[in-house]
């Protein structure tokens, strides 16, 4: 539950406990997953701290998450079915970690905290050169605060913070972000751009293969282990199967709890990359499992 929209009107909580209509939607979602058959709940809020004061935010999403976890436990032990499960989408940049979140208390009472380690480097007015939608490490040229916009200082910021790495689930996007160059002599990483590219800056992976397939040129960065590719004036960051394959291998080899995808929908369905249908969720699968 919850998105990037209308965030005022999410989790409303103004005192130490729910007020009586955040305990009518507890139990109406517990009454929901019941029905359905469903394990549990994700809470998607983006962000907190950014519709109010940070601080009462932060408290108000404790109290939100506290309660939501007794009433899981208590309708358990009242119904002796196993206890549903609490999950909640979390930011990834370092503004947001510190405004919106207590990373203990969140570990305290979620099952899952799934990091949403995508969207680092995005087209804007203010930053017109390109970058990597999901870099797993820093490039050695950058620095300040661009020396954070990777996976690996995300997750093992959060667990500094206090986060639980055993409950840590790192975010794998299947879409890339797109660029328009200004020049197309111009088309590494930080190179000029005017603007977003193809399918307003956000396309899925079998684009990705279509663009490669019409002579695009890829190029996989060995220093932040992902790639991007290139034609005339598109540009593209995205991950594949390689990319996809060292991030999975670094969140086991760092004991966290998992990964999750953004999304199903963006791999690649009907083989058009020729690698099978849904070739990256069948290798993280088949990963994982082994």
Known sequence: MGSANDPEYFVPTKADRLVYPELQFVASAIAVLREYGFDGIDFDWEFP????????????????????????????????????????????????????????????????????????????????????????????????IFSTLHVAWSAEYWVELGADRSKLVVGLPLYGRTYTLLRPESHGFDAPATGIGPCDGSVPYPWVCEFLNDGATSVFDDESQVPYAYKNLTWVGYDNVASIRSKVVWVVARGFGGVMTFALNDDDAENVCGHGHFPIHAMIRNMLSS
Do not use: C, W
């Open 49 to 144: 701290g950014q519709g109010a004061p940070p601080e009462e935010d932060r408290k108000n999403f404790d109290v939100f998450l506290k309660e939501v976890r007794e009433s899981f436990k208590n309708e358990s032990d009242a119904t002796h079915r196993n206890e549903l499960l609490l999950s909640v989408a979390v930011a990834a940049t370092a503004e947001l970690i510190q405004q919106g979140y207590d990373a203990t208390a969140i570990s305290r009472y979620a099952d899952f905290i799934n990091l949403m380690t995508y969207d680092y480097h995005m087209y804007k007015p203010y930053l017109p050169f390109t970058g990597h939608n999901s870099p797993l490490f820093k490039r050695k040229v950058e620095e300040g």
